[in-house]
């Protein structure tokens, strides 16, 4: 079975510049959730979208959204790109109602 | 309220020593502990989970203990071994629709010496 796969894995993108993630979760699972990883806030939970609709989000910018689509793939943008949003973008799925949450490998995203 | 504080921020442990890493929480609302770890390079893993109805709860070497009154809740391996060197995260989520939103703790670095 596979897992979480995000797209692309590394991005290099020049400060003001717009990027677009990419998440698939595990076959069957309708929720995704997106996750900030820096080395001074940790891992901070962005938002989470559950049937394309968003259930729960975290406390960013609103340069930061996402949608889902009806195959559950979920996309995370941020625009207007600055120096600190830097980091390691997690996505993680899970299957309906239960709590385990699966994580992908990450997007490692450089603005520089 | 929100918050999920985790000691130690590293941890050295001799090989077949016992690691033991704390977390606390204040919120009450949270009812799911799930451990996670990470190593370099990839995303974090689940480990073990609990739920406040039990106290305990073990799987292979790693062990959750769970003190609902105190609101702390610990992971220990016993007998480290090397391949158990990453970072570790306690997380804390809330029930019902609230599972997608996991609060973590800022992580242990968990080094097993041979």
């Known amino acids: 079975k596979a897992g979480v796969t995000q797209t692309p894995r590394y991005l290099i993108k020049t400060r003001g510049q717009q990027v677009t993630l990419s998440c698939s979760p595990i076959?069957?699972?309708?929720?995704v959730s997106w996750y900030q990883q820096t080395p001074g806030q940790g891992l901070q939970f962005l938002f989470e979208y559950f049937s394309e609709t968003q259930r729960n989000k975290g406390n960013f910018p609103g340069r930061f959204s996402g949608r889902q689509f009806s195959n559950s793939r979920s996309e995370m943008n941020v625009s207007t790109l600055e120096l600190g949003d830097s980091a390691l973008y997690l996505c993680?799925?899970?299957?309906?109602?239960?709590?385990?949450?699966?994580f992908g490998q990450g997007t490692r995203l450089t603005v520089v | 309220q929100q918050q999920v504080k985790q000691s130690p921020q590293s941890l050295i442990v001799q090989k077949g020593g016992i690691s033991i890493i704390n977390c606390a929480y204040e919120n009450t609302a949270f009812d799911y502990f799930p451990w996670y770890q990470q190593f370099p390079g990839k995303g974090p893993a689940l480990l073990i989970a609990i739920r406040p109805d039990v106290s305990e709860k073990k799987e292979g070497r790693f062990t959750i203990s769970f003190n609902k009154s105190a609101k702390q809740f610990s992971l220990h391996i016993m007998d480290s071994q090397p391949g158990d060197s990453a970072t570790y995260f306690c997380a804390a989520g809330a029930g019902g629709t609230s599972y997608g939103k996991l609060t973590f703790g800022q992580g242990t670095i968990l080094t097993v010496h041979p």
């Open positions: 076959s069957g699972h309708r929720s």
């Open positions: 993680a799925s899970r299957l309906g109602a239960a709590a385990e949450a699966f």
